[in-house]
Structures are given as C-alpha cells and as structure tokens.
C-alpha cells in the first residue's frame, strides 16, 4: 500500500494540514452537546463535531476563517433561534459570503461522507471561488425553505403533544428523481428553520438545461422555497411559503448510495 501524503483540499499544501470542523466552530457552540447533527454518513444523531482532517492551517486560520466568521454572523442574527408556525421572514444577507460558506460546508461534509464522491468532484470545482481567487460566483443555484417548529398530533389521543422543534444542523445530499437528475445534484445545509438548498451541475451545462432542471424540481418538490441570487440582497418570505417540520422533508435525505 502506497502511503499518500495527504494534501489541503483548498490550496494543495502537503505542510501543516489541521483539522477543521464542518460547520464553524462558532455555530456548534450555540448547539446543546446533544444536539442532532447529519450528515451522509449516518442517519443517526451524533454530536456536531464532525471534522475534515485536510485543510492546512494557513487556509484555516486565513480565508475560511473569514468565510466562517462572516456566516456565524449571519446565523446569530437570523437563524439561532427556531421559528414558530406563522412567522414570516425577512433575511438580509451577502450573496457571495453566503454562497461560499454554504459551498464549504457542503465540500468539508462530502469529504467526510462515505458516498459523496460526485460530490466532492463537484464541489472542488468551486474552490476557487471559494478562496476568493475567481470573483464570479458559480452555476449553483440557491434556495431558501423556511421550516418552522410544528406541533406534535397524537392520532390515537387526538392531541397535541408539544412541539417539535426545527432544531438541527444538518449537512447532506438530497435525493432527486426528477427530470435531468443525472446532470444535477442537490445538497442541504439546514441551520435550524433555514434549509439552504444547492443545486449543482455534475458538469457544465447550458442555461436552457438548467431552468428545464429548475422547473422539473419545482414541480417535483411541493415546497421549494425560494431562490437567493446574485441580483438581490433580501429576501422577504410570507408565512404562506414555508413549511414545518414534517417527516416527509426527511425522507430525500435518508442514506442512499448512488
Ligand atoms: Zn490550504
């Protein structure tokens, strides 16, 4: 057996590589110890301390630290807490900051998984946007579902029993049978009520290609949410566009080889 050094999975360095969390460490913290935390790897709660073993320290404690600090921001003032049925929600952001936050976390968790190999070739296409070393932002759509707590029905009582929280943090692959799936894949990043979906060419494909897979996952999804793009910094979403913690949401993210 050959023994690879291991290189950085953002620069290539072979010297001082570190660990790195998944999700920053700042947004972890905010977690209870037990809190329930995913990814590909197991469909089971572990503690969120999830880590990759290949970024050196100079890309950690530079760029993405900056990327991460920008995001633990952006999730302290919008999605720390978990949203009630019936709020609406109007969320500020950067695009790019946003962007190349989602995409890390989503490369660092397909590096830890077991199956996320199209993934992972995917996604290194973005490191250069990523680092910051190419301004413009990639051929990845993006978009917001709002997923609110819900309350917890008894059938057999008929009543309801507390609520269930939309409380997690949770990175992984969604599965997809819709049109065009074999030129796509999509990932979630769900923070808590802010499920953040990537949808991501395997290669590169032509604009007419992209809005036919769009439409067909629109229709393919009931609920979508909506789309965060370069052209805005806002987005305002009435309470009829979410939705709640339901059992269905979780069943495009149950493990599943490709
Ligand atoms: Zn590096």
Redesign the pocket.
């Known amino acids: 057996m050959s023994l690879h050094k291991r290189s950085?999975?953002?620069?290539?360095?072979k010297n001082n590589l570190s660990r790195e969390h998944i999700f920053p460490g700042g947004i972890i913290r905010k977690f209870e110890v037990d809190m329930l935390s995913y990814n590909d790897k197991s469909d089971t709660a572990f503690k969120s301390d999830l880590v990759v073993k290949d970024?050196?320290?100079?890309?950690?404690n530079e760029t993405l630290s900056e990327i991460d600090s920008n995001f633990v921001k952006l999730f302290e003032e919008n999605m720390l807490y978990p949203l009630q049925p019936g709020n609406s929600v109007e969320f500020s952001f950067d695009y790019n900051d946003l962007l190349k936050a989602l995409l890390k976390i989503s490369f660092n968790s397909a590096r830890a998984s077991s199956d996320g190999f199209k993934a992972v070739t995917a996604l290194r296409r973005y490191v250069p946007y990523i680092m910051g070393r190419i301004n413009e932002p990639p051929n990845v759509l993006l978009r917001l579902l709002i997923v609110t707590s819900s309350k917890r029905f008894n059938s057999e009582t008929s009543t309801f029993e507390g609520m269930m929280k939309a409380e997690l943090l949770r990175s992984c692959k969604v599965n997809y049978n819709g049109s065009h799936n074999s030129n796509f894949i999509i990932r979630l990043v769900a923070l808590n009520s802010f499920w953040f979906y990537l949808l991501i060419p395997l290669k590169s494909v032509s604009r007419s290609k992209f809005n036919s897979f769009l439409e067909s996952y629109i229709k393919y999804n009931h609920l979508s949410g909506v789309a965060i793009d370069n052209s805005t910094n806002f987005v305002s979403i009435p309470k009829e566009m979410t939705t709640y913690m339901h059992p269905q949401l979780f069943e495009g993210m149950k493990r599943q080889r490709a």
Do not use: E, K, L, R
């Open positions: 950085c999975a953002f620069c290539g360095s970024v050196c320290a100079i890309c950690n």
